[in-house]
């Protein structure tokens, strides 16, 4: 193996060192994929999306930018019901 390439951990924020909140970041990135993906789908403007979503342009531009600290799971989760988009959780042990 190259010595200058290290193998990932299957999670790239704590690759990157954010140890302590990798597992939230990546929760939140899974959530905001999909809703970024549905808006650019429909065609509308972000001034149209803020009104569907029920929050402001500025957010939806943060979203649509991938300003994932910009957001907490419970803002996602609130705005993919609102989108029509189904939230399904599953938990299971680690390495499995």
Known sequence: MNPDITESS????????FHTAAES?????RLMAPLERSLREQGITQAEAAEELGTTQARISALMNGKI???SIDALI???????LE???NVRPKNA
Not at 25 to 29: E, F
Not at 78 to 84: E, T
């Open 69 to 71: 600290q910009a957001f």
């Open 78 to 84: 609130n705005m993919l019901d609102r989108a029509g």
């Open 87 to 89: 939230v399904d959780v």
């Open 10 to 17: 299957g999670n790239v924020f704590r690759d990157l060192g």
């Open 25 to 29: 970041l990546r929760v939140r990135a």
